[in-house]
């Protein structure tokens, strides 16, 4: 388009398309190389012949953000995009605002395609998986700075150290939720880290950690350990697949609670809180990286936890193979019996009728059925 004093917007005629960039620019990274250019702008109006100004904005500001994380693989690259780029792309986790869900993407696809036509490219879209983070609420209105109920984070990291903030966080909602901030969320938060930090210093200042023993552990000793597998199993997925991180948190808080009930000493007991500690460390750190970090080293080890692989459950753990029953007769509680979990209907019946407390109230009479609820009880009706 060009701009005439006389005539108003005129387009450019066919005949002089296409209208190509300069390419003697200076990219200062301030003023459009356009509207620097020293000619590039000056024309005489295609109607009247007078001087008139091309139109500079060349491009629309979506342009650019269609295509940057393309760019991003390969800046130093005089072309366009080189072989880097189908190297990272497509991006495996895209995050941003649900403000820019909409338009953005769109385009951001839009020019995906048009690379990948053009042979820039072979991956089709952009990116493989989408996170559009939430608001952050205060008074139950979104905090924003041109509204001025914006909370600075700043005096609550001087507070509490970054650690507690970051977990606030993100145990406060699910990330594509809005959360509502919250002063005291942020205490509870870091009351938790104390509780963390306590529980690692007690355990290594209480001597040295022998192996576990799995084949010699106790029923409790074997709970505890359940608990830690299944809680590392669940975050696995909540953090790795699901992008929930909230809930993962909350399964951490679980089991600190747990391991400050359990007040085994023996050589087991031990063995399990190290295991356990460790566990909680490696699922907490990439949440609150700082305490993590210390308490790694806490216990016993010289290289960065950041470096560590994220963890695998042990499978054997979480079987539970003893259950136990509630034993009814004529659908009234009689009395308990533990049964291996893979007992048969029948091995639980037989047990079931030897059982002293339930014989007294079975004797003299027929017994006409027996009802197995799986894992949960046997009813003798007589
Ligand atoms: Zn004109």
Known sequence: MIYCDDCGVVPVPEQDLPVCLPRDVV?????????????????????????????????????????????????????????????????????????????????????????????????????????????????????????????????????????????????AAPPEQSLEWSDSGVEGAHRFLRRLWRQVYLHVNSGSVPALDKASLSSEQKAVRRQLHHTLQKVSHDMGVRFIFNTAIAANMELINTLSKFTDDSDNGKAIRQEALTFIVLMLAPIVPHICEQLWRELGHTTSVSLEAWPEHDASALSQDELEFIVQVNGKLRSKISAGAGASNTELEALALSDEHVQKHIEGHTIKKVIVVPKKLINIVV
């Open 27 to 171: 990219l200062d990274g301030s003023q459009s190389p356009l509207v620097a250019h020293p000619t590039f702008s000056h024309v005489n109006c295609p109607l009247c012949g007078k001087a008139a100004r091309r139109e500079t904005d060349t491009f629309d500001t979506f342009m650019e953000s269609s295509w940057y994380y393309a760019k991003f693989t390969c800046k130093d690259s005089v072309a366009m995009l080189d072989e880097r780029a189908n190297y990272w792309l497509p991006v495996d986790h895209y995050i941003g605002g649900i403000e820019h869900a909409i338009l953005h993407l769109l385009y951001a696809r839009f020019y995906n395609k048009l690379m990948r036509d053009e042979g820039l490219l072979t991956c089709s879209e952009p990116f493989s998986h989408l996170l559009t983070q939430g608001m952050v609420l205060k008074d139950g209105s979104k905090m924003s700075k041109s509204k001025g109920n914006t909370v600075d984070p700043q005096g609550l990291i001087d507070q509490y150290g970054a650690d507690t903030v970051r977990l606030f966080v993100m145990f």
